[in-house]
């Protein structure tokens, strides 16, 4: 399964952005997707996940509110709409897929999860 993460770039506090993750060339319904990030000199850090059916989601406390993680199956892409981004919010985001659908369950551990996407690089300025 291959990940292509887009959108990152450069923004002032309060903008928006939206990421998203390609994964052309899989049965995309079989994975539940979630974002994560890391800041420099600090671990990898879950952000938001999305149910294969796009029914569940779940987000750490820091970006609730602000962040929308959302899924469209047939164009085999997952989205994370960010708004009201502040400073710390700044990391390489990477989205994830895992394979092991468990009904009502989101992993938040990055070892969890089985493929990785490259990265995109989100710069919030202040």
């Known amino acids: 399964v291959q990940l292509q993460a887009s959108g990152g770039g450069l923004v002032q506090a309060g903008g928006s952005l939206r990421l998203s993750c390609a994964a052309p060339?899989?049965?995309?319904?079989?994975?539940?997707m979630g974002w994560f990030r890391q800041a420099p000199g600090k671990e990898r850090e879950f952000v938001a996940a999305?149910?294969?059916?796009?029914?569940?989601?779940y987000y750490t406390n820091s970006v609730k509110g602000r962040f929308t993680i959302s899924r469209d199956n047939a164009k085999k892409t997952v989205y994370l709409q960010m708004n009201s981004l502040e400073p710390e919010d700044t990391a390489v985001y990477y989205c994830?897929?895992?394979?092991?659908?468990?009904?009502?369950?989101?992993?938040?551990?990055?070892?969890?999860?089985?493929?990785w996407g490259q990265g995109t690089l989100v710069t919030v300025s202040s």
């Open positions: 999305i149910s294969w059916s796009a029914v569940t989601t």
């Open positions: 994830a897929a895992d394979e092991d659908l468990r009904p009502g369950f989101l992993a938040t551990l990055p070892g969890r999860y089985d493929y």
């Open positions: 060339g899989c049965t995309f319904t079989g994975y539940d």
